[in-house]
């Protein structure tokens, strides 16, 4: 059974950094990973994607500060966020897409404050 966890999560300052951990087991293969992000009373959006060969893709509002990378034979994909805002404070969800199948595993949601 394919999963996908979420580590990392927490309160931040205004400036400051954090970075979290998506970790995806019960398959051996590589998938398409990324991480979206909801605020309350908002859609969940997508943050930053990481595909296979190591395109990416970011929401235009993090570009410069919010980074995206993976390791594939640990099969984690990580988001690196500096210059945090608190516009930033939100849940984030980590995704994965099996590209064959073009099957969708969502994580369960890891906090992320940032405070003013």
């Known amino acids: 059974q394919v999963q996908v966890v979420e580590s990392g999560g927490g309160l931040v300052q205004a400036g400051g950094s954090l970075r979290v951990s998506c970790t995806a087991s019960?398959?051996?293969?590589?998938?398409?990973m990324g991480w979206y992000r909801q605020r309350p009373g908002n859609q969940r959006v997508l943050v930053a994607t990481i595909q296979t060969d190591g395109s990416t893709n970011y929401l235009d509002s993090v570009k410069g500060r919010i980074t995206i990378s993976r390791d594939n034979a640990k099969k984690i994909a990580y988001l690196q966020m500096n210059s945090l805002e608190p516009e930033d404070t939100a849940v984030y969800y980590c995704?994965?897409?099996?590209?064959?199948?073009?099957?969708?595993?969502w994580g369960q949601g890891a906090q992320v404050t940032v405070s003013s």
């Open positions: 019960g398959t051996a293969i590589v998938m398409h």
């Open positions: 995704w994965a897409k099996q590209p064959v199948r073009q099957k969708d595993y």
